[in-house]
């Protein structure tokens, strides 16, 4: 029979070069980004309403991962 084991788990925060390792770095990160955009534009039907419904995610996420 196996023994089970307790593991705790502690969470830290992670520095800037920890994030650079996992992310990949900035040009995988703007990629993401870059490709998310284009999916709420062209969702979106281009255009006017495209430009906006995805600028208005960009500012979103912005705003949102700024106040962590």
């Known amino acids: 029979m ?3 084991e307790i593991l ?3 969470f830290t925060e992670m520095n800037h070069e920890e994030l650079n390792n996992i992310s ?3 040009f995988a ?3 993401g980004r870059f490709i998310r955009y284009m999916g709420i534009y062209i969702h979106n039907g ?3 309403s495209g430009t906006i419904a995805a600028t208005c995610d960009f500012v979103g996420n912005m705003i ?3 106040e962590t």
């Open 46 to 48: 281009g255009g006017c």
């Open 2 to 4: 196996k023994k089970s």
């Open 64 to 66: 949102a991962n700024s």
């Open 24 to 26: 990949g770095g900035s």
């Open 8 to 10: 705790i788990s502690r």
């Open 29 to 31: 990160y703007d990629l």
